[in-house]
């Protein structure tokens, strides 16, 4: 992409075309060349189709086989049920295993605990190796050539011989922008490496963390693990295991199998025309330039998923290039933040550097329960079964139109729309019986309380 055809974009379409024509070296799926063993290099259109063609041949010729030895139903190996109950013991077995190392993880927790209670090395250990750091790194020559060399890769791609990213660069990213924030950041960078008060503020940092652990209620935290743990047995072992393997064994017995011994001729003709279709370049064209227009997706639906999740930086939602906007306000907060660090180091004055790990330290303490109790309702009973039921449609018959029109628009009309059908309804059955269907009474509107869980603070929180 030469700079005349980018000149006019707009930083969407350019991040489009850059992707795809950039980072995917003018992309296609069809002309990917990969190894191919023992026959050197191939693309992934040819692979493909003599892959595929191999396979089907192989399977047409099974099939022609059975098909004259008259080969009936009756004939498939018969599916051997598991003993009931054989999962169920396994699982237990395992979670006993598992809950004795989680026991002995919990007397370490409390050891180390106990220990640091007694004696704390640990904080002029962190002073020691900071100071010894600060004097490895206090020379300016060393921060000069560290910001030179960066300019110099900035040079690089500026001045490179792509000159879609040169042109995105130098428009986006100006030299002298780019220039003066690597030189703030090295400024502030050595600023800290060169205080004599690094080993210091390492000690008070070292010091906060070790009090902050000092302070969990080890045996509270384990417990409500422990909790989630058992949850999770509960609704492991009450799975039928046993049964969803001999229903999708059925199912494959009464689809796959019956095609591979001719009683299928939906099926196998459905299966021709599949392979008809990969052997067809117009198909590869078609995937081809479908991809071109898979970033461009990609980029809007991040944008739209971004700004309606309120992620963005403020002000930047509004902006022509939200991304661009948002990464620029964080990277240069982020240098704000590590100059305040970098004069209160310097300065001798550690209460903000103390203050900021603090509340680095309340943020943890909060997301923690908070994850938490998030399990802990995922794992409610009924509420996997009710999430389940409310994505599986009351009334499939519309779901199974689309699947056979969709079918229908790639294998030229050639539809088996009674195994279709077959293999929908059983499959949904399948995933309503593995966690229980949603019983009257129980909760209806999983998604509600998950919202009232997200605006709600934890019912306890444990001394984190």
Same mark, same amino acid.
């Given at each position: ?20 024509? &950039? ?26 189709q003599m892959e595929v063609f ?14 004259? $030895? ?10 051997? @049920?598991?003993?009931?109950? @054989? ?53 300016? !020559? ?37 220039? *003066? ?11 800290v490496f060169k205080s004599p ?6 000690? $008070?940092v070292a010091d906060i963390l ?11 935290? /384990? ?39 001719? $009683? ?45 999740? #309120? ?48 509340? &680095? ?15 802990? &309702?995922?794992? #409610? ?50 995933? $309503?019986?593995?966690?229980? *269907? ?11 309380? /998950?919202?009232?869980? *997200?605006?709600? #603070?934890? !019912? ?5």
């Open positions: 992409m030469h700079a005349s055809e980018v000149k006019d974009m707009g930083f969407d379409m350019i991040i489009k075309k850059y992707i795809s024509d &950039m980072l995917m070296g003018n992309f296609s799926i069809s002309g990917m060349i990969m190894p191919e063993f023992g026959m050197g290099e191939m693309t992934v259109k040819s692979g493909v191999k396979a089907y041949t192989e399977m047409k010729m099974l099939i022609e086989m059975h098909r004259e $030895q008259g080969m009936t139903e009756d004939d498939l190996p018969m599916i051997k @049920k598991m003993r009931e109950g @054989k999962m169920k013991n396994e699982i237990m077995k395992m979670h006993k295993k598992f809950l004795n190392e989680f026991g002995k993880a919990n007397s370490m927790a409390k050891m180390i605990q106990n220990t640091l209670k007694n004696s704390n090395p640990y904080a002029n250990m962190a002073a020691g190796y900071a100071t010894v750091l600060g004097k490895m790194l206090e020379d300016q !020559e060393g921060w000069d050539q560290a910001h030179d060399t960066v300019m110099c890769m900035y040079d690089a791609i500026a001045d490179g011989d792509d000159l879609a990213m040169a042109y995105m660069i130098k428009t986006y990213l100006p030299r002298e922008e780019f220039e *003066a924030y690597s030189m703030r950041l090295h400024s502030a960078l050595h600023t008060n690094l080993g210091e503020a390492a000690r $008070q070790i009090k902050e652990m000092i302070k969990i209620d080890v045996d509270s935290m /384990f417990m409500k693990v422990e909790s989630i743990l058992l949850k999770l047995r509960d609704i492991a072992i009450e799975m039928p295991f046993e049964k969803i393997i001999f229903e999708f064994e059925d199912m494959w017995r009464k689809t796959s199998g019956m095609m591979m011994i001719g $009683q299928a001729p939906e099926l196998e003709k459905m299966m021709d025309s599949l392979v008809m279709m990969l052997m067809d370049d117009s198909f590869w064209q078609q995937l081809d330039a479908e991809m071109m227009y898979a970033p461009e997706m990609i980029y809007n639906s991040a944008k739209m998923m971004a700004i309606e999740s #309120e992620m963005l930086s403020d002000g930047c939602d509004v902006n022509p290039n939200p991304f661009l906007c948002c990464a620029k306000t964080r990277v240069w907060s982020l240098l704000e933040m590590v100059e305040h660090l970098s004069a209160d180091i310097d300065s001798g004055d550690l209460e903000d550097c103390t203050e900021v790990m603090g509340m &680095m330290m309340e943020e943890v303490e909060m997301m923690v329960p908070k994850m938490m109790q998030m399990a802990e &309702m995922v794992l #409610e009973k009924h509420m996997i079964g009710c999430m389940i039921d409310m994505m599986v449609p009351k009334d499939t018959d519309e779901m199974k139109m689309q699947l056979q029109e969709a079918m229908a628009g790639v294998t030229a009309g050639a539809v088996p729309v009674n195994t279709l059908n077959y293999v929908m309804d059983n499959t949904m059955e399948i995933m $309503q019986s593995s966690f229980g *269907a949603c019983p009257e009474g129980a909760m209806q509107e999983p998604w509600a309380e /998950f919202e009232a869980w *997200a605006e709600s #603070e934890p !019912e306890s929180e444990p001394e984190f």
